[in-house]
């Protein structure tokens, strides 16, 4: 299937009570990263994602799922000329690839993701 959701990650006001939470509903393995600041998750088959704490002061706690892209540049200004907003422009995370998050014409919110290749 092109572009599948690739990652699902929690943005949340309280970390620590969030792992706790999801350590014991599922049986998810919780890995700390980048000096504790993010979590990832890994669920085995599926979908995996992680969990940090929101960056945006006073926002709710709310899931952010990913979409699998080939060129993360492209991908995202056809977002934006179909009527997307451009929450956070396309960043890259060292090693790992780059990312943006959107806003699309209905206020739903989404990222992009492409792998390093």
Same mark, same amino acid.
């Given at each position: *299937?092109?572009?599948?959701?690739? %990652?699902?990650?929690?943005?949340?006001?309280? #970390? /620590?009570? @969030?792992?706790?939470?999801?350590? /014991?509903?599922?049986?998810? /393995?919780?890995?700390? *990263?980048?000096?504790?600041?993010?979590? =990832? #998750?890994?669920?085995?088959?599926?979908?995996?994602?992680?969990? =940090?704490?929101?960056? #945006?002061?006073?926002?709710?706690?709310?899931?952010? @799922?990913? #979409?699998?892209?080939?060129?993360?540049? !492209?991908?995202?200004?056809? @977002?934006? +000329?179909? $009527? !997307?907003?451009? *929450?956070?422009?396309?960043?890259?995370?060292? $090693? @790992?690839? +780059?990312?943006?998050?959107?806003?699309?014409?209905?206020?739903? %919110?989404?990222?992009?993701? /492409?792998?390093? +290749?």
């Amino acid at each position: *299937m092109a572009n599948p959701f690739c %990652h699902i990650e929690l943005n949340t006001t309280d #970390v /620590k009570k @969030a792992k706790d939470f999801s350590s /014991k509903l599922f049986s998810w /393995k919780l890995e700390d *990263m980048l000096d504790g600041t993010y979590t =990832m #998750v890994r669920v085995g088959e599926g979908t995996g994602g992680g969990i =940090m704490k929101n960056p #945006v002061p006073g926002a709710p706690s709310f899931w952010l @799922a990913y #979409v699998l892209v080939d060129d993360i540049n !492209a991908s995202t200004q056809k @977002a934006k +000329s179909l $009527g !997307a907003s451009i *929450m956070r422009d396309v960043t890259e995370i060292p $090693g @790992a690839g +780059s990312f943006s998050v959107l806003q699309d014409p209905t206020g739903a %919110h989404f990222a992009l993701w /492409k792998p390093k +290749s």
